[in-house]
Nanobody
Framework: QVQIVESGGGSVQPGESLRLSCVAS????????MGWFRQAPGKQRELVAA???????TYRESVQGRFTIFKDNAKNTVYLQMDSLKVEDTAIYYC?????????WGPGIQVTVSS
């Protein structure tokens, strides 16, 4: 019954930045590993970043050094700061528990990187 609200998507040019936000209806970030997932057309959904209850981050190799995941437990919010965006980052991005997604999947938010 926990609900997730994602925001912050948009369209940018290569090299620019976006910040995604994930707000949960309940105080769950101190109990579960949270992650950001993405799915490009014709491809499977993949985990791109995760953060433990203690705040330790993990990243997919393709975004290492460019993306930063962090959270504010008091606000029940997880963020994904995306810098140096590339065309191949274009996808729908989702927030859920990691690594397999234990919450209901929402509609996600579109991130488009193009020239």
């Amino acid at each position: 019954q926990v609900q997730i609200v994602e925001s912050g998507g948009g369209s940018v040019q290569p090299g620019e930045s976006l910040r995604l936000s994930c707000v949960a209806s309940g105080s769950i970030f101190s109990m579960y590993i949270m992650g950001w997932f993405r799915q490009a057309p014709g491809k499977q959904r993949e985990l791109v970043a995760a953060i433990t209850t203690g705040g330790s981050p993990t990243y997919r190799e393709s975004v290492q050094g460019r993306f930063t995941i962090f959270k504010d437990n008091a606000k029940n919010t997880v963020y994904l700061q995306m810098d140096s965006l590339k065309v191949e980052d274009t996808a729908i991005y989702y927030c859920n528990t990691a690594p397999t997604g234990g919450l209901s999947w929402g509609p996600g938010i579109q991130v488009t990187v193009s020239s």
